[in-house]
């Protein structure tokens, strides 16, 4: 069975500061997708980005960079320059080539300070 | 176009009373997926249907909860004899179909409350 574990449960960080999010995976097939989302305070669950294991080249958007490394079995998620819109649960997730369904990790809360 | 609709938003419940949850996929999705999330915790899989399809409900518990996808109107979850531990955010997420694996969008969920 595939497993994600976010170790983080809780991140403070003042504004612009760089803040990385850690996640790392766990699963024998060797199609698989990672995803990353976000849950502001409002609670919807916002998508933020999609990777699969076929493709290991980072990715960077905007303030938001991804480091995919399938040796270490991490789909890291860092935030440059950090801002308090920026506060919120974030989610790394996990679904098999073979299935449909996300498994979660248990999110970790980032709060930027002023 | 319109997102992932779920209603109600907001839903207080008796212990004893049904609960039932709706949910309006995007539109041109046609795979609609049911998640719960408990307080303080990630999201957990229920259950995946195609329309008038149940293809995937290892998640769901094995009484009162049951879930439909009809050919016409929304996705509906229902929680029969509610019990205080059902007390959650239950969203709903949906896709479109194809290959490679698309994103999940999801709805705003439903905060079921039991007293």
């Known amino acids: 069975a595939q497993k994600v574990t976010q170790a983080q449960t809780e991140i403070s960080v003042v504004e612009k500061e760089d803040v990385t999010l850690d996640c790392v995976y766990e699963?024998?097939?060797?199609?698989?997708?990672l995803f990353w989302y976000k849950q502001p305070p409002s609670g919807e669950l916002v998508f933020l980005i999609r990777?699969?294991?076929?493709?290991?080249q980072n990715e960077i958007s905007g303030r938001y960079s991804w480091n995919f490394q399938k040796s270490t079995s991490s789909f890291n998620f860092t935030i440059t320059a950090s801002q308090v819109v920026d506060s919120a649960v974030y989610f790394c997730?996990?679904?098999?080539?073979?299935?449909?369904?996300?498994?979660f990790g248990s999110g970790t809360q980032l709060t930027v300070l002023p | 176009n319109a997102g992932v609709m779920q209603n109600p938003r907001h839903l207080v419940r008796r212990r004893g009373q049904e609960a039932r949850l709706r949910c309006s996929p995007m539109?041109?999705?046609?795979?609609v997926y049911w998640y719960r999330q408990l307080p303080e915790e990630g999201l957990k899989f229920m259950v995946y249907l195609q329309k008038e399809n149940i293809i995937d409900e290892s998640g769901m518990p094995k009484e009162r909860f049951s879930a439909e996808f009809p050919k016409e109107g929304p996705s509906i979850l229902r929680i029969q004899q509610v019990v205080r531990g059902d007390s959650a955010a239950y969203f709903c997420?949906?896709?479109?179909?194809?290959?490679?694996?698309?994103?999940?969008?999801f709805g705003p969920g439903t905060r079921l409350t039991v007293l």
């Open positions: 539109k041109g999705h046609s795979h």
């Open positions: 699963t024998r097939d060797t199609t698989y997708y």
């Open positions: 997420a949906s896709s479109p179909l194809g290959q490679p694996y698309n994103e999940q969008f």
């Open positions: 997730a996990l679904t098999l080539g073979s299935a449909r369904q996300l498994t």
């Open positions: 990777r699969n294991s076929f493709d290991e």
